[in-house]
């Protein structure tokens, strides 16, 4: 169970932490682009000696009403971030886009994987995905980040979730991604309320025979403020017990803020499920 991320190969049999860094300019204070790239980089040398195995970065905001950045306005925040952290850090860098030219621009920068929400949706983006030769991560997501939280609604979310990526799994390897560089991740807060995500967290294990490794990332999420009634930046305790569930529920890769905490969390999980 090794996949290869840009000649990097982790056993998918266990679980690893990946750090979430925006770069976004609400992400940083605004010092310029050079202040920027210094900020991003304090940031992932920190995430990679706290243990993280993975750095998403990404330089377009999913948050409903947020403003739809341009391709250049993309590739000018992504890219130098990618490029420095590729050559510094013993880190896969994984870019967390939509668009193709960010895809393939940022693996030939020496990004690892391709995160991509929208599950290789957009044009362009499945052969970009599958030209850049790294694993890809294909997420449910029901309808277009501006929209998806106006009451969304399933029969049963566990199995449209799972109709979704399969056929997400379908197009991906008909433009020629190896299926055994697919990732599935069912999306927690994309087009879902609470019931539904605390269904697809109850039964994620049911995931597992689509027959890839699941990402998650719940961390901080307003599922977690809903649950504790808690605001974004108190959400800690809550993201740890949720990335905690995900590791014995068998996720190969947790998304989160918190890298330091969670390391913790995945290695106490992980030494109780060697046991069993
Ligand atoms: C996710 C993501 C997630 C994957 C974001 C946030 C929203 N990528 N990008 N899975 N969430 N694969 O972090 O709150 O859940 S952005």
Same mark, same amino acid.
Request: hydrophobic content about 45%; aromatic content about 2%; charged content about 25%.
């Given at each position: 169970? !090794? ?10 049999? $266990? ?12 992400? #940083?204070?605004? =010092? ?17 000696? *706290?243990?993280?195995? #993975? ?13 739809? +950045? &341009?391709?250049? !306005?993309?590739? *000018?925040?992504?890219?130098?971030? +990618? ?28 990004? =690892?994987?391709?995160?991509? +929400? ?17 694993? +890809? ?8 980040? *501006? ?15 799972? !109709? #979704?990526?399969?056929?997400?799994? $379908? ?9 055994? &560089? ?5 999306? #927690? ?40 009634? $808690? !605001? ?17 529920? =068998?996720? &190969? ?24």
């Amino acid at each position: 169970m !090794e996949m290869n991320f840009a000649g990097r190969v982790l056993d998918m049999s $266990r679980c690893h932490v990946m750090g979430v860094l925006n770069v976004t300019p609400d992400s #940083f204070s605004d =010092g310029g682009r050079f202040n920027r790239l210094d900020a991003a980089l304090l940031k992932a040398r920190q995430m990679a000696r *706290d243990g993280a195995a #993975f750095v998403d970065v990404g330089g377009e905001s999913t948050r409903p009403g947020a403003a739809r +950045v &341009s391709v250049q !306005e993309e590739l *000018d925040r992504v890219c130098p971030v +990618v490029e420095a952290i590729s050559r510094e850090l013993d880190v896969i860098v994984s870019v967390d886009t939509s668009t193709p030219e960010v895809m393939s621009q940022a693996v030939g920068l020496g990004a =690892g994987l391709i995160n991509d +929400v929208r599950a290789l949706q957009r044009d362009g983006a499945a052969s970009a995905a599958a030209n850049a030769g790294v694993p +890809v991560c294909l997420m449910h997501i029901k309808g277009e980040p *501006d929209t998806m939280q106006n009451r969304p609604v399933y029969e049963n979310v566990l199995r449209e979730v799972g !109709e #979704f990526l399969t056929l997400r799994i $379908r197009a991906a390897e008909k433009a020629g991604v190896s299926p055994k &560089s697919i990732i599935l991740d069912p999306g #927690f807060g994309f087009g879902k309320n609470l019931d539904h995500n605390l269904r697809l967290l109850a039964s994620l294990e049911q995931l597992h025979v689509l027959g890839h490794p699941l990402l998650v990332g719940m961390s901080r999420k307003s599922m977690l403020g809903q649950i504790t009634g $808690r !605001e974004v930046d108190e959400r800690l305790p809550a993201s740890i017990a949720a990335a905690t569930i995900s590791a014995m529920k =068998g996720a &190969s890769i947790v998304r989160v803020h918190d890298v330091r905490e969670t390391v913790d969390a995945v290695r106490v999980s992980m030494a109780v499920k060697e046991v069993v």
